[in-house]
């Protein structure tokens, strides 16, 4: 029924769509940050799990954006407010644990259970109350009610984005975990980059 609507949309507006989000999703932003940081702590694996907990929030703000709660949200800055300071607050924590953690025993490079890496990309996107607010400003201008029932619209096509979008943080969190491998057999200090990267991304988060 989604894949119906879709097919009804220009082909020449779809592939704006689909590069103009590629576009968007090789920017660096926070979540490509975090994808870089978890590979450089754990290893290319930890950069892939951290980068498909990221693609989970996605699909958690795209539901909301398309039962029209973030509008909602738009509305109330203080409810807004809040969300931005705990999501600030969580890379905080995740900061003084990297910090904390000492020097990187190669060893033990991807012995962290995969759910919690997943579950910490997916807080670190759920807790950023940018995207959701990205995605109604981004989607509806490429929807039309010539094609199709709106709603069923921006469901596609954020589906698309999020798909996309992951794929490019994987890739961010396998090429942090490749370079976090050299970094962490010469200089050991892996864990206090990442510690640095998370502390600035929780800097950046409130200062928005």
Not at 3 to 27: E, H, K, R, S
Not at 91 to 113: H, I, Q, Y
Not at 123 to 149: E, I
């Amino acid at each position: 029924m989604i894949w119906d609507t879709l097919a009804n949309i220009p082909a020449a507006q779809l592939m704006a769509f689909v590069l103009g989000g590629l576009v968007l999703n090789f920017a660096p932003g926070q979540d490509v940050f975090f994808a870089s940081a978890c590979g450089i702590q754990g290893g290319p694996r930890a950069g892939v799990l951290a980068g498909i907990g990221v693609g989970l929030g996605v699909l958690m703000h795209l539901a909301m954006a398309t039962v029209g709660l973030g509008a909602v949200v738009a509305a109330h800055p203080e409810a807004l407010r809040a969300i931005k300071y705990a999501g600030a607050a969580y890379l905080l924590w995740l900061a003084w644990k990297s910090w904390m953690a000492g020097p990187v025993d190669p060893s033990a490079r991807g012995s962290v259970r995969p759910w919690n890496i997943i579950r910490r990309g997916f807080m670190s996107n759920a807790l950023n109350p940018k995207p959701v607010l990205f995605l109604l400003a981004f989607l509806p201008q490429f929807t039309s009610p010539a094609w199709g029932p709106i709603w069923q619209q921006i469901l596609g096509l954020g589906l698309i984005f999020a798909f996309t979008g992951t794929l490019v943080t994987v890739g961010y969190g396998v090429v942090g975990g490749l370079a976090g491998h050299v970094i962490g057999r010469n200089l050991g200090i892996v864990n206090k980059i990442a510690a640095l990267m998370f502390a600035g991304l929780a800097i950046r988060l409130v200062m928005k």
